[in-house]
Every structure is written in C-alpha cells, then in structure tokens.
C-alpha cells in the first residue's frame, strides 16, 4: 500500500522530470508565442500520445525483466496546462513494482540502467539523490520518442514497514491537442 507521502512522491516527480526535460532538450528560454515554456507543443491526440506512453512504460517493465513482482494498475494520464488548460496538456504515467526480494528489485535496476543505452533511451542523470534514505534515481529521454523523459527510482531502503519497489514515472513534455479536443472530458 502506497502512503500518502509516497502519492505526493510521484506528482514531485512528474514536475522535476517535465523541467528536466524541457531543460535539457530546448534550454530555458521563455516565449511568449508558444505559453512560455521555451519549446513549441507538437499538435497530438490525446489517445495517440497515452498510447505512446504506454509503451514505453511496457518497454521500460520488460527491460527492469523482473519475474513474479506486483505492479500498480493506473495507466497514462494528462495534466492540462495551467497556463491554457484548453490546448495544452501533457501525459504522466507513475506505477510502481514490489512484492519481490530486495535483491531482484536492484539487479532489475542494474539491467535497466545497462540495456537503455541500446534500447531507444538516453540516460541523462544517474546515481544516488542524497536524501535520507539515498535512493538511487535514473533519468532517461527516449530517443524514438523525442517528447518523453523517465524517471525510475530504486526505493531498496524503505522507511520501517513500508515495502521496497522500483518507481517508474514516464512523462511527456506539453501537446497540443488538436482542434475540438475537449481536455476536460478526457481521461
């Protein structure tokens, strides 16, 4: 069972990955043609971009290769821009694997980290986040998706009675959707 601090966990995450990624993949600029978020938003339809999420995220499991685990059940999802909730969203998939040895969950992160490279991903950030707990943390932008970044996190040191897991948050950078999309209805 995920607590409430572990629910908050995954939001922080999206945010910190979609920076990232604009950051790394168009730099910092603010213009106000495209709502200031320093790239311009690809027009996309919301159910192509989830689809696209989702595969990663199948990519990203198969690659973790760890047999027998749990995983959480919630597919992609958008968030609205909050700068033009009508046009602009973006996709966020968190989900989680557990209920297998410690040992599994970190040889499943050490095989990720060395198959991505030749697996359509590019690793831009690895090693331990210097928390309490230290947990160890990859980012990684998808090179055959251009708009997609994840974040994983080796949780191997849970706090007492909590369960350790791996953390996957897939997200993408903003979309456009296309005309007489109404992002309010959804998913």
């Known amino acids: 069972m995920i607590t409430t601090s572990r629910r908050r966990r995954p939001?922080?995450?999206?945010?910190?990955?979609?920076?990232?990624?604009?950051?790394?993949?168009?730099?910092?600029?603010?213009?106000?043609?495209?709502?200031?978020?320093?790239?311009?938003?690809?027009?996309?339809?919301?159910?192509?971009?989830?689809?696209?999420?989702?595969?990663?995220?199948?990519?990203?499991?198969d690659l973790l290769a760890i047999k027998n685990a749990q995983t959480t059940k919630p597919g992609p999802g958008i968030i609205q821009s909050a700068k033009d909730p009508d046009h602009l969203y973006r996709v966020n998939h968190p989900w989680s694997l557990y209920d297998v040895p410690v040992s599994e969950l970190q040889a499943g992160f050490q095989r990720l980290k060395d198959r991505m490279p030749g697996n359509g991903w590019e690793i831009t950030k690895y090693g331990h986040n210097g928390t309490k707990a230290n947990t160890l943390e990859l980012f990684a932008n998808s090179t055959t998706e251009k708009r997609f970044t994840v974040l994983v996190e080796l949780w191997d040191k849970p706090a007492e009675g909590k369960k350790p897991l791996i953390l996957v948050n897939i997200v993408s950078a903003y979309f456009r959707a296309p005309q007489g999309t109404d992002l309010d209805v959804e998913y």
């Open 11 to 61: 939001v922080l995450a999206a945010l910190v990955c979609a920076l990232t990624f604009a950051t790394l993949t168009t730099g910092c600029s603010m213009d106000k043609d495209n709502n200031g978020l320093g790239y311009q938003p690809t027009t996309l339809d919301v159910g192509e971009a989830r689809a696209k999420a989702k595969r990663l995220s199948s990519q990203i499991y």
